[in-house]
Nanobody, 122 residues
């Protein structure tokens, strides 16, 4: 069965950190660019970060630069998003998706996980 499973979300205070995981089963993540998007209630899904499949280049939305770090562990078939210095406006469901190359548009991604909730609140 081909699927992506996100995990690692939770409730955290402002300034806190989490590590989100995106684990693939049934296929190899090596062949794909992997992106993290997020969607807050009433808002469109927005791109947060992406890691390219071959070059390893990473991309970040301006709103998360310097606070979020994307990485991949091909041996574990997993991509991570370290989220730090969290703000209330980071509250959203975070999804990972696969594509041939990084794109800022979610329509370029053809496989998605079910998402993991991140809530930043005191």
């Amino acid at each position: 069965q081909v699927q992506l499973v996100e995990s690692g979300g939770g409730l955290v205070q402002p300034g806190g950190s989490l590590r989100l995981s995106c684990e693939a089963s049934g296929f190899t993540l090596d062949y794909y660019a992997i992106a993290w998007f997020r969607q807050a209630p009433g808002k469109e899904r927005e791109g947060v970060s992406c890691i390219d499949r071959s070059s390893g280049y990473t991309y970040y939305a301006d709103s998360v630069k310097g606070r979020f770090t994307i990485s991949r562990d091909n041996a574990k078939n997993t991509v991570y998003l370290q989220v730090s210095s969290l703000k209330p406006e980071d509250t959203a469901v975070y999804y990972c998706g696969t594509a041939g190359r990084c794109s800022g548009s979610y329509v370029a991604y053809d496989q998605w996980g079910q998402g993991t909730q991140v809530t930043v609140s005191s």
